[in-house]
């Protein structure tokens, strides 16, 4: 009996060693992709100086962050994003997979091409596209002239350029959402709806009671990764307005890339932004997870 018990022991040893030895070269790379350069940008935080002349300046990066009026502009502009984008991309995805789940639906691979067919195109690409479209004399404002209305200077007044960034955002990413809400759908017995047509539910009564609860997972994901890359917005604010008019519609990744690169290089600065940014967006993770997952 002994030996047999050693003989087994051996074995589970074998099984896990081998299954670390499957993990470990992911976890190395984990571990120096990721973990390693958090630890050496929290260190830069802590550094204070100019290009590569750099000294240990404790918290004062942070300190200087409360009175930065213009991180206080990039912090407002990026959350007016979240809170507008957001909520807006993540229903029209929902809404387009429900309408496209339909079985009885003709030409279904067509519509979902199309709808997730902007996520595909370069960043750079379509940011432009939207900014000769929405120029002084682009698309939009023929489009205004040739129904007698006044044009509208898109991107000299702050409200409108920053309405531009989020129907850009919105036009990108919806179909993005929208194929991961399409999966969770097709992973619905069609006989649930079926059930719920002969009890007598509407559709607005199926969505809700049926089609949100079982999507709750795939809702949670959608709003996390939705969030996380809102927060770290940068080619939009680039490309499309450039952070102007001033840096009325400049986004906080854009504020460290100009504190990093642009202006006189302050690598410390932009690396306590940068902390404060990874903070933000695992605070919000953890709350969207406590609030999506009822364990």
Known sequence: MSGQKKKGLTLAKKQNLTGWVFLAPATLLIVWMSFYPMVRAFILSLQTGMGVNLSFGGFSNYTRILKDATFRQTLFNTFFYLIIQVPVMLILGMAFATMLNDKHLRFKGLFRTAIFLPCATSLVSYSMIFRSMFANDGFINTVLRNLDLAPIMWFSNAWTARAVIIIALIWRWTGYNMVF??????????????????????????????????????????????TNGTLQLFDESVNLTNGGPGRSTMTMSHYIYNTSFVQSPNFGYAAAMSMLILVMVAILAFIQMKVGDER
């Open 181 to 226: 809400y399409l999966a969770g759908l097709q992973n619905i017995e069609y006989s649930v709806y079926e059930a719920a047509k002969i009890d007598g539910a509407n559709a607005l009564q199926t969505f809700f009671k049926i089609t949100v609860p079982l999507l709750k997972p795939t809702i949670l994901v959608t709003t996390i990764t939705s």
